[in-house]
């Protein structure tokens, strides 16, 4: 049965990564045909195209990385909390009535400083716990690969903003389809 699942498993990675790959040729093609155009647009697509895609991908590998590695330490109620904590820090979603008296009796002021109490202003932990993903070299070469593309196009003369800006988010697409392939896939 295990074997047959793995089997299965091998199987739907494979059509992904042939998915994949026929959609980065194709998108290579696409590119290598705008050398026709003028070398200028070439490059600036190209390394526009390779920057975003890559960051794309390093994100989403970086971000899959940890959630695993959380999962496989089984901090996943730690977390949930946690992160419960961050997107609803003040217990506005909470179904669980505050305050049953009448609005005439209450006063306003206590309960001002009482919820200012409340309020954490700015917690270590929290950041470093956040920066995990954040700060992976999957995440920072891609950047630096942006950066550094940028920078030689501009040194070299070759930078063209206006094609250069709109060759981003076709990177950004592809690497987002590309990724959306990875994540929806049931292996980990």
């Known amino acids: 049965m295990q074997l047959k699942s793995s089997f299965k498993m091998m199987k739907m990675m494979m059509t992904i990564t042939k998915k994949t790959f026929k959609l980065i040729v194709v998108a290579e093609i696409f590119i290598l045909l705008t050398y026709l155009i003028s070398f200028k647009f070439f490059i600036n697509?190209?390394?526009?195209?390779?920057?975003?895609?890559?960051?794309?991908?390093?994100?989403?590998?970086?971000?899959?990385?940890?959630?695993?590695?959380?999962?496989?330490?089984?901090?996943?109620?730690?977390?949930?909390?946690?992160?419960?904590?961050?997107?609803?820090?003040?217990?506005?979603?909470?179904?669980?009535p505050i305050n049953e008296t009448p609005a005439e009796e209450l006063d306003l002021k206590t309960i001002v400083k009482e919820e200012k109490k409340k309020i954490k202003i700015f917690n270590f932990g929290d950041v470093k716990k956040s920066a995990k993903a954040g700060v992976s070299l999957f995440r920072l070469i891609p950047y630096l690969f942006l950066i550094l593309g940028f920078i030689a196009l501009k040194n070299n003369e070759l930078l063209d903003i206006p094609i250069y800006l709109p060759s981003l988010l076709i990177g950004i697409i592809i690497g987002y389809i590309i990724s959306k392939d990875f994540i929806t896939d049931d292996t980990y």
């Open 45 to 96: 697509l190209q390394i526009a195209f390779l920057s975003s895609f890559i960051i794309i991908l390093g994100s989403m590998y970086a971000y899959q990385k940890m959630v695993k590695s959380e999962v496989n330490a089984q901090n996943i109620d730690e977390k949930r909390d946690f992160y419960d904590e961050l997107e609803d820090p003040y217990e506005l979603y909470d179904e669980t």
